[in-house]
């Protein structure tokens, strides 16, 4: 496996289950994101985690639980979702220093009913 | 606080046609210039990046873009568009925290190729 890698690539899910989303990188960085892109909004930025621990939290609901075991893993948890949180889940990784660019896996696709 | 603007929502071009995506920055320090595309159910891929230097900029797949800082934007152009090149295309700016580079992308700008 090269690059970013998401799994599952789908899931559909109903609002009182609990599943977990999971990133991968194999670059070697020490930087990871989430981004949540739904139909007609920019991407935007959940969660992020240098070093494995967590810098940023964009104001998101507690029912997403971010997880970095280390810094090649990342996961996102669900629990108790909402119709409204049906969207494409993008996972993002970095070398954690200044004018690094961002490398994107190819998101999990979220239905929740 | 930064923000994009990509003023064109859909774009259609013929095969064969020359292209330009426009992008507008907010930002208050030199930025720091992506533009990204995005294949239908896929991720973002990097097209190219402006950090400082020269101000065209190449990138992958034939595509440049140029930095006009009077003019606060960072147009993506292509001489010749490819039917491949259909896709969703995404300009970002980057924001240095001192712990990690938070991305603000635009509302991206959807390109139609037409044969």
């Known amino acids: 496996e090269t690059g970013v890698t998401q799994t599952p690539r789908h899931l559909v899910m109903g609002m009182t289950n609990k599943k977990s989303l999971k990133c991968e990188q194999h670059?070697?960085?020490?930087?990871m994101y989430w981004y949540k892109q739904s139909a007609k909004k920019p991407l935007e930025l959940m969660f992020v985690?240098?070093?494995?621990?967590?810098?940023e939290n964009n104001s998101v609901p507690s029912r997403f639980s971010p997880e970095c075991p280390n810094s090649s893993h990342l996961f996102l948890h669900l629990h108790t979702l909402q119709p409204e949180d049906s969207a494409l889940y993008l996972c993002?990784?970095?070398?954690?220093?200044?004018?690094?660019?961002?490398?994107f896996g190819p998101g999990t696709r979220l239905l929740v009913l | 606080a930064q923000s994009v603007t990509q003023p064109d929502i859909h774009i259609t071009v013929s095969e064969g046609a020359s292209l330009e995506l426009r992008c507008n920055y907010s930002?208050?320090?030199?930025?720091?210039l992506f533009w990204y595309v995005q294949s239908p159910g896929q991720g973002l891929q990097l097209l190219l990046k402006?950090?400082?230097?020269?101000?065209l900029v190449q990138g992958i797949k034939g595509f440049e873009a140029e930095f006009k800082r009077s003019q606060s934007s960072f147009n993506l152009r292509k001489p010749s568009v490819h039917w491949s090149d259909a896709a969703e295309y995404f300009c970002?700016?980057?924001?240095?925290?001192?712990?990690?580079?938070?991305?603000?992308f635009g509302t991206g700008t959807r390109l139609q190729v037409t044969l």
């Open positions: 930002y208050g320090a030199t930025p720091y």
């Open positions: 402006y950090f400082s230097g020269d101000t």
């Open positions: 993002a990784s970095s070398q954690d220093r200044d004018r690094e660019t961002q490398y």
């Open positions: 670059l070697g960085h020490n930087a």
């Open positions: 970002a700016v980057a924001r240095w925290t001192g712990t990690a580079s938070k991305l603000t």
């Open positions: 985690y240098s070093l494995e621990e967590r810098v």
